[in-house]
């Protein structure tokens, strides 16, 4: 932490403003939108990356965007359309022209046309497939015949292949004449005679190599398929771990279906962190920053509903204790402390543990060893707020009795934290749920809980 | 979120388990290590990747590594080395025989090296820069001279370039001839005579082209350069952005010094994510599921401690109304419930401001659109949760009047938590502190004294 901080974004040259579009563009893009001018809205936005003007259509308010899509959804290409957020592109399809949305279908990749489809109804779905011609749009139909948020929705169908006893002056013969090829490759895959895919030989070996060079003499190490059935999440693991930079994705009896290439695998990585730090949060994983705001309260008012139903229950054990507070006003004054103390460790233990099961640095093997660890952790911090508070109260209060109660409650607290936080996100991973998903609310629950009932409790058997 | 609560592990065919190594082989493994039989361990060994092997030295609890090391250091490759977490990292180097070290070092790419040596003390780093040819240990040195946490330390030195007049098939010629080319590279970058990059083609598309085209001719739209001085971050994102495989590094005179590829990129933006969902946990980012409990009680005490300061701020502030609890106790009872609807709602908002920073969605485009948006959601939440719990309060109770004095300060609570969640962070960022850093305590801050400021001072106004 402290070499971080060190880190002093003013010694950086290049920074956030010398990405995408410059303010001076965007005021030329806004005068156009005001002025309804599609020819300087055109002229201004020719120069953009496809990925930069999403981003511009998806940060504009509702309203806007439609005035927007009146005067540039003639525009609107394959590439822009694949790189609009799925929140918005419905609205965005439903705008364009149905000769200029089919054309821009007919560019895509087919991973970006199941992509842009899988999230549409019937007849959206049915009127985009019809756009394709016939060999695309089987492609596209046998990635929607695998489940979702699979390997096979991800791949792409076009795969560069060569048998594994053609030559590389063979080879590159072959790609020379071939009319079609993907626009991005970085591998030639190796099949049998039965499309197996056997090994991958990278286009830098191929080019640096003799033309008598046996396909099969330069094949990778690091070959490895992936199942069409692997979750996504999987793959992106696949290719942080092994550096992977395409991998041919395999149907259940080994065959060739399709390959995955790392830009996508780095989408893929992108979203699961994005879901982990939603779910923690207790915010839709759905949620971005252009919703609208009722679109906003649904997706926050079930996790505020939860919390409230925790607050009850912390609220009914303090309610148990009553009269105690009522015989001693401090404790009301000092219960939160404890409490508060417990969620904030609770929820660092947590924290650790859910990044450790998705980065599966947290794994059986060494799970024993992480719960001594975070037992142990929580014991010495308890042990270190405990006699801070103990010393606060008495320095506040001048209560010897007191003082000893909050030490022993935070120590008792600070330990349930360091269990809660640690068992429950494991247990939830057992049970094949996201320990993202529901920790949060059932750790804190635990340390209200807890928190009030041994400080209330402890001062009740103790004090009065 | 119903969409995804709806995935069904079971569904997908190839899982965690079927990555890295199975529970057998780590069962050899374990055994190996406790007879103490080098040989065995390196027969179990053998077929893992580097990677795994790395995953399994950083699991090792610390003395069992010791006695691991003690049988495997002579093993340990560059490959290995470098696929390490620097919390470790220097352990084992110790461990390593220098000979071993000195090779290992050698078959590393630059940029691997550059990261092994720059969180070394200076005679470890001499030691293993003294290992290197003269060529290597200048591109090592030339790297170290940009700042940390820049392109120039990510890149590598290794480059293949071509001047841009060369025809296809010059530059086949060329790479055939080449002795040395790196182990991985997917574009020829061109330049023109004074070492400025100029474009780039793909692999793919010099392989599929006629010999006598132009390189210059098939240079790729999409080329862009990466200032050595660019932060890592900024890198990432520019990689994730435009889906860009390898990037040219250049110089301040916009000469080229080395490439970036998008493996490297795809790591960087996993320890972004990571230091992000750490930081807002209030755990030190460094934080691993591997560390010691010291390192563990080191990195969350400091957070601990600014949490007690904030809690004694809101329990000072229910100091000021002791009077008013111990004639009403039902207020003690409540209050709770008031900060912690507060706390969560803030959290919400702020870790979809910080996620939105990250990720560049939220920018001065939108930002007084969200902050409107956040706003309207505090409001709608409140109202809500106010009839909700003025409802549950009259059940409970029976007093219209105290009813009456949760549902305004759930009010004023939530509105105050949205008005935290988005400014803080957004303040954060315009200071250029990230906005991850300490949002968190802040935030709760404000939902704790005006969570427990507007209850317990209405209820003191209206009902005593």
Known sequence: ??????????????????????????????????????????????????????????????????TFLELYARQIDGE???????????DVIEQMPREVLAEAVREMDSDDVVDLVEDLDQSDRDQILAALDAGDRAAVQQSLAYPEYSAGRLMQSEVVTAPEHWTVGQTIRF???????????YHVILVDPRR??????????????????????????????????????????????????????????????????????????????????????GVGDESTINDTVLQTVGQRVPWLGANIVTALAAAS?????????????????????????????????????????????????????????????????????????????????????????????????????ALAGILIPLALNKLGADPALASGTFVTMMTDVIGFLAFLGLATAVLL
Chains 1, 2 share one sequence.
């Open 196 to 281: 197996h895919a056997t090994g991958y030989v990278t286009l830098g070996r191929l080019l640096a190599s003799r033309h008598d060079t046996m396909l099969r003499d330069l094949a990778e190490d690091s070959f490895r398929t992936i199942s069409a059935y692997a979750e996504e999440g999987d793959v992106a693991y696949v290719f942080n771990q092994y550096h992977l930079i395409s991998a041919p994705v395999v149907d259940r009896h080994d065959r060739l279906v399709g390959v995955i290439t790392i830009d996508d695998a780095m989408a893929i990585l992108d979203e699961e962190h994005e879901e982990d730090i939603l779910r923690l949060a």
């Open 1 to 66: 932490m402290a070499d971080d901080s060190q880190r002093n974004e003013a010694q950086f040259e290049q920074d956030e403003d010398d990405f995408g579009p410059n303010a001076e563009l965007l005021a030329q893009i806004d005068a156009a939108i005001d002025a309804g001018d599609s020819d300087a809205l055109n002229a201004s936005l020719e120069p953009m990356h496809a990925a930069d003007i999403a981003d511009l259509i998806e940060r504009l308010a509702a309203p806007r965007r439609r």
């Open 317 to 417: 054990v303090i309610a148990i204790f009553e009269s105690a507070i009522a015989q001693l006003v401090a404790l009301a004054v000092l219960m939160p402390i404890v409490a508060s103390m417990g969620g904030n460790a609770g929820t660092q233990t947590l924290t650790v543990a859910v990044r450790g099961l998705a980065t599966r640095d947290l794994s059986r093997s060494n799970a024993v060893r992480v719960v001594r660890r975070e037992v142990t952790v929580g014991l010495i911090n308890g042990a270190i707020f405990g006699v801070v508070m103990a010393g606060i109260t008495m320095l506040w209060f001048g209560d010897p009795g007191l003082a000893t109660v909050i030490g022993l409650a935070m120590i008792v607290n600070l330990l349930v934290a």
């Open 80 to 90: 822009i359309l694949s790189e609009i957020d799925e929140s918005i592109r419905e």
């Open 175 to 185: 790609l020379q004449s071939e009319e079609w090829l993907p626009e991005q490759f």
